[in-house]
Every structure is written in structure tokens, then in C-alpha cells.
Nanobody, 121 residues
Framework: VQLQASGGGLAQPGGSLRLSCAASGRTISSLVMGWFRQAPGKEREFVASINRISGSAFYVDSVKGRFTISRDSNENSVYLQMNSLKSEDTAVYYC???????????????WGQGTLVTVSS
């Protein structure tokens, strides 16, 4: 499975960005899809996931109410809509996929390349 992330860039505090992740080699309906991020000097952390069966979403507390994960099976893609961005959201964001049905994705089988999100005025 190859994951291609895109959509990062520079946003002002309070602004929005939308990340995309296009999958190839396997249908995303058979995988739990999610996003992780790694801020400078910090460990990579889980951000959000979407269940492969129900489509229900799960978020880390720090982004609840601001970020929305979604998927498009026809496009075999996953998205992360990020609103009300804060400086602490600055990080490299990674698309991820897991064959294990766990919302927090403790085991990731496939990683995409990162896309940088910078939130700054």
C-alpha cells in the first residue's frame, strides 16, 4: 500500500487547511486510516482515525471540535479538515493505515510521506 499525502502549507492562527491522503495498492475500506503528526523536537503522536467498517472517527483530545477526518471510498482517499488552527498544531503530518481494528492505531502497517503544516502569523 502506498500513501501519498498532500495539502500542507502555511496558515494563520484561526485559519484552516485540508490534508489529503491518496491510497493505492489496496482499498481503504479494508484498513483503519488515520493521521499522525510530529512537531519539532517531539515524538510522533496520533491525531485522528476513521473506522474501516462504521466510518466513525476518533480524535486526540487536543484537536476535538477543530479537526474532522473523512474518507472517500470512490477516490480511495482520506482527508483531514483542520479548522481553528493553533500554533501548537505546527508539525509534519503523516497519513497512516493499519490492518488492525483499533481506533488509536497502536500499530501502523503503512506510512505516507509527511506534509508540513505551519501555523504562524
Amino acid at each position: 500500500v502506498q500513501l501519498q499525502a498532500s495539502g500542507g502549507g502555511l496558515a494563520q492562527p484561526g485559519g484552516s487547511l485540508r490534508l489529503s491522503c491518496a491510497a493505492s495498492g489496496r482499498t481503504i475500506s479494508s484498513l483503519v486510516m488515520g493521521w499522525f503528526r510530529q512537531a519539532p523536537g517531539k515524538e510522533r503522536e496520533f491525531v485522528a482515525s476513521i473506522n474501516r467498517i462504521s466510518g466513525s472517527a476518533f480524535y486526540v483530545d487536543s484537536v476535538k471540535g477543530r479537526f474532522t477526518i473523512s474518507r472517500d471510498s470512490n477516490e480511495n482517499s482520506v482527508y483531514l479538515q483542520m479548522n481553528s488552527l493553533k500554533s501548537e498544531d505546527t508539525a509534519v503530518y503523516y497519513c497512516a493505515a493499519s490492518r488492525r481494528n483499533s481506533a488509536t492505531m497502536p500499530v501502523v502497517d503503512y506510512w505516507g510521506q509527511g506534509t508540513l503544516v505551519t501555523v504562524s502569523s
